[in-house]
């Protein structure tokens, strides 16, 4: 069963922009916070940007002021609005959800940046 199903990904120039999404099936209630990690080939996965139920941001330092998380609680969907792509910025994005029932990955989706 399918928990989380993420779309957007794809291929973009440098300096473009793509927007990822996340939703959360219903059989997943009471989520608390949502957010985006990305993993790079042959690097550790690191956070991206995550956003609590009362919208509080928290993004890492290489992505502030590029990108942007949001969500729609009705939806149970979070966001992220990715600008001024970088090469450097090309990974494999995994949307995360913690909720009262557990933690939830979603299966990913590749972003790659090239000219």
């Known amino acids: 069963q399918v928990q989380l199903v993420e779309s957007g990904g794809g291929l973009v120039q440098p300096g473009g922009s793509l927007r990822l999404s996340c939703a959360a099936s219903r059989s997943i209630f009471s989520i608390y916070a949502m957010g985006w990690y990305r993993q790079a080939q042959g690097k550790q996965r690191e956070l991206v940007a995550d956003i609590s139920s009362g919208g509080s941001t928290n993004y890492g330092d290489s992505v502030k002021g590029r990108f942007t998380i949001s969500r729609d609680n009705a939806k149970k969907t979070v966001y992220l609005q990715m600008n001024s792509l970088k090469p450097e910025d090309t990974a494999v994005y995994y949307c995360?959800?913690?909720?009262?029932?557990?933690?939830?990955w979603g299966q990913g989706t590749q972003v790659t940046v090239s000219s």
């Open positions: 995360k959800v913690i909720a009262t029932m557990g933690v939830y």
